[in-house]
């Protein structure tokens, strides 16, 4: 998936206080924010800054472990594309395995396919049909941001066809204008850059002691 958008113009000074987890901290201060692309409406939030330097890096994969821990997964579903960078970080972490959910075409079948809506067209997703044993098994998925949800809900959907269960979601930022979070409602979800645990724990946000 490719890094975020925002409809909406960063507020100013969005620096994080002191307090906050540094994994939020590093990204306020390395995300980059190109405003009018890939159209003047748009503002662009790349998080390849922030994934480039070593200890932003650290901090978000060790956010994401600690934050996730929890929800006992056996295996995570690291999304194309910057979900297979975080997602095999996380894995090493916590001493899991990775499955890269690919885009249509790229694996050599047979293949579990899901295809889901773009907002014009259509793409799809596939995981192997064999080689994994993944019946059974439960995955935490993880991609770099959540905007529409779709490719999220439609990973969800290939992983179910194949006998798995998505354990939770996890992303490092969110679009919040586009409500892609309504259409995976029912799942536990971690974002790094707000702290919000949506149905894990109570809702509640770690403090910055707890996540240290």
């Known amino acids: 998936m490719s890094t975020s958008i925002s409809t909406t113009t960063p507020q100013a000074g969005g620096s994080p206080s002191p307090a906050q987890r540094p994994a939020a901290e590093a990204l306020a201060r390395l995300t980059r924010i190109v405003p009018g692309f890939p159209s003047e409406d748009i503002v662009f939030e790349d998080l390849t800054p922030a994934l480039a330097d070593p200890d932003s890096f650290r901090a978000v994969v060790r956010d994401l472990a600690d934050n996730c821990r929890e929800l006992g997964a056996d295996l995570i579903g690291g ?9 095999s970080a996380v894995a090493y ?3 899991l395995g990775i499955l890269a959910v690919r885009k249509g075409g790229k694996l050599p079948p047979p293949v579990y396919r899901e295809e889901y809506d773009l907002e014009y067209g259509s793409a799809a997703l596939e995981i192997p049909a064999e080689g994994i044993p993944l019946a059974g098994k439960r995955i935490l998925l993880i991609d770099d941001v959540l905007a529409t949800g779709g490719t999220l809900e ?9 006998g798995a269960t998505v354990c939770g979601l996890a992303v490092v930022l969110e679009v919040e204008v586009l ?11 971690y974002i790094v850059s707000s702290g919000e645990r949506c149905g894990m724990d109570n809702d509640r946000k770690r403090t910055p ?4």
């Open 93 to 95: 972490e916590l001493g």
């Open 154 to 162: 439609a990973s969800r959907k290939l992983l179910e066809r194949a």
């Open 209 to 212: 002691d707890e996540t240290a």
């Open 179 to 189: 409500k892609g979070r309504d259409r995976l409602s029912d799942l536990p979800l």
């Open 79 to 87: 999304l194309d594309a910057r979900g297979f960078l975080l997602g």
